[in-house]
């Protein structure tokens, strides 16, 4: 399970001053369940996905991830989760087997333990052709793989993504998409960040919108749909973030807001 | 602290810098090539110079000497001197290179009429390595022949010969083959293995941090759960390697050129200089690099993970380069020694005692101050590379 509260991120950038990435996001994930964070490009969802992942530190609020606080026990929060991402790439010069081998080993199992489970993912996800090639020379669906594998090796509980399909081609995310629902069914807490409305609808059983770095609305998609009156989530989206932008900000700015997410 | 977590990353690294053909090139390979053709290579081509130079006949002119033709005579006989007739502007001839050197010799000096002569003057190239051969054979002709005439003058005023030089005078070396080594070539010792220990933790250094965030790998490693400080360590520990590896190379096959070298020299020209350095002395200055290898390692380390690419972090660290030649060349320079304040500069502080090791002087005060004050300079660079590592703005700069 994972339990935001009142999570907030605030960066300090030279020309800028002072910037609010996350403010004030609370929200639950239950295992067994996916729940999707929906926003445009920076509205905050990588920002919350690395607090909840302990790679970024939040300047207020805390997070429960499978018991543990990500403030106080960083290190057990990381042994309880597997973080993929785009930005999460392989170490060129390992073959697949050392790269998940060394992130088995980060996560404390012992060489009897490892073997065993990279013997079974590799066969579940039919790797074994390639566990001796270089990272660099593997295909982008090899390399998924691989990612995916580094991931599964010490079991986690909880699985982040943070816009795990971003820039592949359509096979590559379908192993993405099967691979996050077999997390599900295995009763993995999973949260994944997206601005692919497609995948929300195949794959979330919660959504939250977040724009600016607050979370404007939160629920399943029959929940959203009945409340907002409206089939398509995306249109629900503009929706929720037009609506926002209008009573914060000046109108000329929410109509390019708009056009933006439309 | 996990020594488990520090050895799986170390491991991880190592056999990633092993695979690295830049890597394996900076550390191993230009250390090992380097010395070779420095010493061996351009060693050979100086010296086949020079006995070509020593064997070729010099062309050289003479001026004057109408009124002595005996030292005229002579010096167109000499062995090694070509004597061109030909009178022509000798200055533009000697810097064309078409003839070495010229002497002109003063009117009278044969007939010897008076006591104070005029100098013999040769003009020559300074630099020219021929010029100086040839300008060196006449003065060496004309030293015998002034002591010739000195010799004929004593013998007709029936004077004894050894007049002209009542005593020898004898130089005698009383220290011992290492001391002379250390003094000879000491210094250069402990600039390679300073500037050495540098150059091999340049390239792991960026390459285990601005590197990583190029290749977008930093998050992947952030996200498992090994704590950042045992991440340093692990990657830290790497640098260092790296650079203790490249230092012992260095010296190693800097050792072994010399070796050859001097073999080479002593079959094909006769006695050539004996550099005897102990095993001890070298392994002394590898223990007082050591903490000056950790100082290194650590502050390369934390410079390049300010960069967000490892072009960026070539920028930072290439001026660096300077900051620690400065000290390490300050070293060298003639009467510069070892004093208690000096012993607290680093760098300068290591190169000035690593002199005095290499000459089996084993001053124990100074080396256990410069050893403390390095170790707390490198423990210092250590600790900042951990705080940096822990700094979102330095790890997620953008």
């Given at each position: 399970m994972i339990e935001a509260r009142s999570l907030s991120k605030r960066f300090r950038d030279k020309k800028r001053g002072q910037i609010c990435a996350v403010e004030n996001v609370s929200f639950t994930c239950e295992p067994g369940s996916i729940y999707g964070l929906l926003g445009a490009n920076g509205a905050g969802k990588t920002t919350t996905l690395r607090m909840l992942a302990t790679i970024l530190e939040p300047t207020d609020g805390t997070a429960l991830v499978f018991g543990h606080d990500i403030v106080t026990h960083p290190e057990k929060v990381r042994s309880s989760v597997g973080f993929l991402s785009?930005?999460?790439?392989?170490?060129?010069?390992?073959?697949a087997q050392e790269m998940v081998e060394y992130f088995g080993r980060l996560n404390g199992l012992d060489e009897a333990t490892l073997k065993k489970r990279i013997d079974d993912i590799f066969d579940r996800l039919d790797m074994n052709f390639f566990r001796d090639r270089r990272c660099d020379k593997l295909s982008t669906g090899m390399k998924q793989k691989t990612s995916i594998a580094r991931t599964l090796v010490h079991d986690p509980p909880v699985m982040i993504f943070d816009e795990?399909?971003?820039?592949?081609?359509i096979m590559a995310a379908r192993t993405i998409v099967a691979f996050i629902r077999e997390c599900r069914q295995a009763g993995k807490t999973v949260i994944l960040s997206t601005h692919v409305m497609s995948e929300v609808d195949k794959l979330c059983d919660v959504i939250g919108i977040i724009h600016n770095g607050s979370l404007l609305a939160e629920g399943t998609p029959r929940q959203l749909r009945e409340k907002y009156e409206e089939k398509d989530l995306e249109e629900i989206f503009v929706k929720i973030v037009t609506a926002h932008v209008t009573a914060h900000v000046a109108p000329h700015t929410a109509a390019h807001v708009t056009a933006e997410v439309s | 602290m996990s020594a488990r977590n520090i050895g799986i990353v170390y491991r991880k690294e190592l056999l990633e810098a092993v695979r690295d053909r830049r890597t394996l090139i900076s550390t191993i390979l230009v250390p090992i090539l380097l010395f070779p053709i420095l010493t061996v290579g351009i060693g050979f081509v100086i010296a086949g110079l020079i006995i070509q130079a020593d064997r070729e006949p010099a062309r050289i002119m003479i001026l004057g000497g109408n009124d002595s033709p005996d030292i005229v005579s002579e010096l167109v006989k000499s062995k090694n001197l070509i004597v061109v007739s030909k009178p022509a502007n000798y200055v533009e001839l000697i810097s064309n290179k078409k003839i070495r050197a010229a002497v002109e010799i003063p009117p009278g000096l044969e007939s010897g009429a008076g006591t104070n002569y005029p100098p013999v003057k040769i003009y020559m190239y300074s630099g020219d390595l021929k010029s100086t051969t040839a300008a060196k054979r006449i003065q060496e002709f004309f030293s015998d022949y002034r002591d010739s005439l000195a010799r004929d003058r004593l013998t007709a005023q029936k004077l004894p010969a050894s007049l002209l030089k009542p005593f020898d005078i004898k130089q005698q070396n009383v220290v011992s083959e290492e001391k002379v080594a250390g003094e000879t070539v000491g210094g250069i010792i402990s600039y390679l293995v300073i500037i050495m220990c540098l150059t091999g933790a340049m390239y792991p250094a960026m390459d285990l941090t601005a590197g990583e965030k190029e290749r977008a790998t930093m998050e992947t490693i952030l996200?498992?759960?090994?704590s950042r400080t045992h991440l340093v360590f692990g990657k830290f520990l790497v640098v260092l390697t790296a650079s203790l590896v490249t230092a012992a190379l260095s010296v190693t096959s800097m050792g072994v050129s010399s070796w050859v070298f001097q073999h080479f020299q002593q079959q094909s020209s006769g006695p050539a200089l004996h550099i005897k350095i102990g095993l001890g002395a070298v392994l002394s200055v590898f223990l007082m690099a050591l903490p000056l290898a950790v100082m290194f390692s650590a502050g390369l380390f934390t410079i390049a993970l300010f960069a967000k690419s490892y072009k960026e972090a070539q920028s930072y660290i290439s001026p660096l380069m300077i900051v620690v030649v400065v000290p390490a060349i300050a070293a060298m320079l003639p009467g510069v020694e070892l004093t208690p304040q000096l012993s607290l500069v680093p760098i300068l502080n290591v190169s000035l005692l690593c002199k005095d090791l290499i000459t089996g002087t084993y001053h124990w005060n100074a080396i256990a101050l410069i050893f403390l004050s390095t170790c707390v300079y490198g423990g210092a660079a250590i600790f900042i590379a951990v705080r940096m590592f822990h700094r979102e703005s330095v790890l997620f700069r953008s």
């Amino acid at each position: 399970m994972i339990e935001a509260r009142s999570l907030s991120k605030r960066f300090r950038d030279k020309k800028r001053g002072q910037i609010c990435a996350v403010e004030n996001v609370s929200f639950t994930c239950e295992p067994g369940s996916i729940y999707g964070l929906l926003g445009a490009n920076g509205a905050g969802k990588t920002t919350t996905l690395r607090m909840l992942a302990t790679i970024l530190e939040p300047t207020d609020g805390t997070a429960l991830v499978f018991g543990h606080d990500i403030v106080t026990h960083p290190e057990k929060v990381r042994s309880s989760v597997g973080f993929l991402s785009t930005a999460t790439a392989l170490y060129p010069r390992l073959t697949a087997q050392e790269m998940v081998e060394y992130f088995g080993r980060l996560n404390g199992l012992d060489e009897a333990t490892l073997k065993k489970r990279i013997d079974d993912i590799f066969d579940r996800l039919d790797m074994n052709f390639f566990r001796d090639r270089r990272c660099d020379k593997l295909s982008t669906g090899m390399k998924q793989k691989t990612s995916i594998a580094r991931t599964l090796v010490h079991d986690p509980p909880v699985m982040i993504f943070d816009e795990p399909t971003l820039g592949l081609d359509i096979m590559a995310a379908r192993t993405i998409v099967a691979f996050i629902r077999e997390c599900r069914q295995a009763g993995k807490t999973v949260i994944l960040s997206t601005h692919v409305m497609s995948e929300v609808d195949k794959l979330c059983d919660v959504i939250g919108i977040i724009h600016n770095g607050s979370l404007l609305a939160e629920g399943t998609p029959r929940q959203l749909r009945e409340k907002y009156e409206e089939k398509d989530l995306e249109e629900i989206f503009v929706k929720i973030v037009t609506a926002h932008v209008t009573a914060h900000v000046a109108p000329h700015t929410a109509a390019h807001v708009t056009a933006e997410v439309s | 602290m996990s020594a488990r977590n520090i050895g799986i990353v170390y491991r991880k690294e190592l056999l990633e810098a092993v695979r690295d053909r830049r890597t394996l090139i900076s550390t191993i390979l230009v250390p090992i090539l380097l010395f070779p053709i420095l010493t061996v290579g351009i060693g050979f081509v100086i010296a086949g110079l020079i006995i070509q130079a020593d064997r070729e006949p010099a062309r050289i002119m003479i001026l004057g000497g109408n009124d002595s033709p005996d030292i005229v005579s002579e010096l167109v006989k000499s062995k090694n001197l070509i004597v061109v007739s030909k009178p022509a502007n000798y200055v533009e001839l000697i810097s064309n290179k078409k003839i070495r050197a010229a002497v002109e010799i003063p009117p009278g000096l044969e007939s010897g009429a008076g006591t104070n002569y005029p100098p013999v003057k040769i003009y020559m190239y300074s630099g020219d390595l021929k010029s100086t051969t040839a300008a060196k054979r006449i003065q060496e002709f004309f030293s015998d022949y002034r002591d010739s005439l000195a010799r004929d003058r004593l013998t007709a005023q029936k004077l004894p010969a050894s007049l002209l030089k009542p005593f020898d005078i004898k130089q005698q070396n009383v220290v011992s083959e290492e001391k002379v080594a250390g003094e000879t070539v000491g210094g250069i010792i402990s600039y390679l293995v300073i500037i050495m220990c540098l150059t091999g933790a340049m390239y792991p250094a960026m390459d285990l941090t601005a590197g990583e965030k190029e290749r977008a790998t930093m998050e992947t490693i952030l996200s498992s759960p090994i704590s950042r400080t045992h991440l340093v360590f692990g990657k830290f520990l790497v640098v260092l390697t790296a650079s203790l590896v490249t230092a012992a190379l260095s010296v190693t096959s800097m050792g072994v050129s010399s070796w050859v070298f001097q073999h080479f020299q002593q079959q094909s020209s006769g006695p050539a200089l004996h550099i005897k350095i102990g095993l001890g002395a070298v392994l002394s200055v590898f223990l007082m690099a050591l903490p000056l290898a950790v100082m290194f390692s650590a502050g390369l380390f934390t410079i390049a993970l300010f960069a967000k690419s490892y072009k960026e972090a070539q920028s930072y660290i290439s001026p660096l380069m300077i900051v620690v030649v400065v000290p390490a060349i300050a070293a060298m320079l003639p009467g510069v020694e070892l004093t208690p304040q000096l012993s607290l500069v680093p760098i300068l502080n290591v190169s000035l005692l690593c002199k005095d090791l290499i000459t089996g002087t084993y001053h124990w005060n100074a080396i256990a101050l410069i050893f403390l004050s390095t170790c707390v300079y490198g423990g210092a660079a250590i600790f900042i590379a951990v705080r940096m590592f822990h700094r979102e703005s330095v790890l997620f700069r953008s």
